[in-house]
């Protein structure tokens, strides 16, 4: 039963996480850009151009993207490439079958991965943007990728254009007798179209997009908690006067 469930997590992409953790890489802190609405609309260009020929994000509606800035019209002239119609849902481009034929599975729907993928290593925000600048050359995959944050992933650098080409570098170290590979850094092999500042500013607004798309309401739900919070002093102050003020001749 529990390899059973360990089957099923595995299949749904739920363990990655952990298991990027347990690597022993270190999951780097990802910008909160949960209210920047320009960044959070480039990120939205960035998915819907480069993750959404493979990922559907199912339970995301065109439309919704109005809460981040943009227009219908917009929405219809710049983002509509898998439907026709704004209200439609986020599909994938790619068809289910082929895409199972070559890469062994239906890549995983996105619409609430950034949710799913935290774990010791920090907010799923966090292993998202480690894992989409962690990619490396590795002509030994069939795609020609591979990736730290998740060793032996079947995806391919989707982005690899915009970053270029880079392989990481190690250093060794002996612990407990043993000698330890720590990655240094990276080396780049081949430069892309953006700088490496630039494409990280990149991740960064593509990962805060797919935070805010786990979660649309949430900026909603914290603003709104916020005056619940002092509403809820302001009463507590005058429930006590009118206390004080009841008992004040009661001996």
């Not at 407990?176 to 990280?200: A, C, E, F, N, R």
């Amino acid at each position: 039963m529990k390899k059973l469930i360990l089957a099923l997590m595995m299949a749904l992409g739920l363990v990655t996480g952990a298991q990027a953790a347990g690597g022993g890489l270190a999951w780097d802190k990802a910008p909160n850009k949960s209210n920047d609405m320009a960044a959070l609309q480039n990120g939205a260009k960035l998915f819907v151009n480069y993750c959404l020929n493979c990922h559907s994000a199912a339970f995301m509606r065109f439309n919704r993207l109005q809460d981040i800035g943009l227009t219908e019209q917009q929405i219809k002239n710049n983002l509509l490439f898998t439907t026709d119609k704004v209200g439609e849902t986020m599909k994938a481009a790619i068809d289910s079958k082929q895409a199972k034929d070559w890469f062994g599975a239906n890549p995983p729907d996105l619409t609430v991965i950034a949710r799913s993928r935290s774990g010791a290593g920090g907010t799923g925000a966090d292993y998202l943007y480690t894992y989409m600048r962690t990619f490396y050359r590795d002509e030994t995959k069939e795609t020609g990728w591979n990736n730290l944050a998740f060793p032996n992933i079947a995806m391919p650098h989707v982005l690899w254009e915009l970053q270029g080409e880079r392989k990481p570098v190690y250093f060794e170290k002996e612990e407990q007798g043993h000698k330890v590979s720590i990655l240094k850094g990276w080396q780049q092999v081949t430069p892309g179209s953006m700088t490496p500042l630039q494409y990280d500013e990149a991740i960064g607004d593509l990962v805060g997009y797919l935070h805010w798309m786990g979660e649309p309401a949430q900026n909603t739900r914290v603003r709104v908690g916020v005056w619940v919070l002092l509403f809820l002093l302001c009463l507590s102050f005058v429930a006590w006067r009118l206390n004080a003020a009841f008992w004040k001749d009661v001996k």
